[in-house]
């Protein structure tokens, strides 16, 4: 694929394996993810799921086990230490949840970023001071630029964390539990902040937090189980039919190259299905029926019709108006 076609990030089947103790972690068991260009994602999940393990792959901090990792044409499992210090250096910016990773403590918030712009060589003298207040400015902390980390809340310290992740004019910025730290008021804040960025600059952006409530800020929302993607929600806003604007929030399973998908968990309690199930093609969806039973009104499957899932019929399309709606949609999942 050229280069200029290709998502921003592309993880196909994603595999890490950790060793401890001699026994085997797999951290990400064939994850697929794909983000396109100027996309805002944030990728949610349980403590264990996988979040951050695929984070630090992405960053350049581990490499996986198998599969595939691209990031703006950097392939993630070949390059060599050489690239990976340029990678790391240009083409990616960074947000941790620990605010001390992301600021000098003896740094004001402006010398912060400058001192960012200056590891990454990007830009000098005025243009350099005038980027640093622009950057300072779009997040809302310019006030605050000649203060140090602890006279700064920890939402106005994530602020300039963002400021600081691009001062090296990344094309993909990569966010670890960025209100991780924070009370709700401050992390809605924080979450508005990257948004404005991804929509100023248009900087690809990846939120990886445990979180529900981030899915209010993006678009998309990819979940994570056990080191897969499990379900996505995308967000839209529409105007009906009597003009009004309406938030529609749509869940969807995620389906693999080779047609698997994980039926979500709610799901698999509520008709028992376990260890294998009947599967139907119909003309528009593919059913599902557990395998140690029948439903009377189920149709029969043909004896041999176990055909792979062809489609990816919507979970549930629910449509939510209004945010109280959108967000029984997070809680239900
Ligand atoms: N260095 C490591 N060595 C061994 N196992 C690891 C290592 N790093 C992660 N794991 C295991 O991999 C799995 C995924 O961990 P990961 O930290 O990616 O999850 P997470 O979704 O980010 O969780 P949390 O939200 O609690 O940070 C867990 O079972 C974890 O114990």
């Known amino acids: 694929m050229p280069i200029d076609q290709e998502p921003h990030i592309l993880c196909t089947d994603l595999v890490r394996i950790f060793t401890a103790d001699g026994v085997e972690v797999q951290a990400l068991q064939g994850l697929n993810l794909r983000v396109d260009s100027g996309e805002m994602v944030a990728v949610v999940g349980a403590s264990g799921s996988g979040k951050s393990t695929l984070l630090t792959i992405l960053s350049g901090l581990d490499t996986a086990t198998a599969g595939v990792a691209r990031v703006a044409g950097h392939d993630l499992l070949t390059m060599g230490s050489r690239e990976r210090v340029a990678y790391r250096r240009r083409t990616v910016g960074f947000v941790w949840q620990q605010t001390s990773r992301n600021l000098l403590p003896y740094l004001t918030a402006a010398e912060n970023v400058a001192l960012a712009m200056n590891v990454a060589r990007t830009r000098r003298g005025a243009g350099r001071a005038r980027r640093v207040d622009e950057l300072l400015g779009l997040l809302e902390v310019g006030a605050e630029r000649d203060r140090r980390p602890a006279e700064l809340s920890g939402g106005q310290q994530q602020r300039v964390a963002i400021a600081v ?169």
């Open 165 to 333: 992740a691009l001062a090296n004019d990344p094309l993909v910025l990569l966010a670890d539990e960025p209100t991780g730290e924070l009370d709700e008021a401050m992390s809605s804040a924080v979450l508005e902040a990257m948004r404005s960025v991804n929509d100023e600059l248009g900087v690809t952006t990846l939120i990886v937090t445990h979180d529900p409530a981030v899915s209010g800020h993006v678009r998309r929302t990819v979940q994570i189980r056990d080191g897969r993607t499990s379900t996505e929600v995308l967000r839209s806003t529409r105007v009906d039919e009597h003009g009004e604007e309406q938030h529609v929030a749509e869940e969807f399973a995620v389906l693999d190259r080779v047609g698997r998908l994980q039926l979500p968990q709610d799901f698999m309690h509520s008709l028992e299905l376990r260890d294998r199930v009947r599967l139907a093609l119909e003309s528009d969806h593919v059913g599902v029926w557990p395998g140690h039973e029948r439903r009377p009104d189920a149709p029969t499957p043909p004896p041999s019709a176990t055909p792979p899932s062809s489609a990816t019929p919507p979970r549930r399309a629910r449509h939510a108006a209004g945010p109280e709606a959108s967000d029984r949609t997070e809680e239900e999942r």
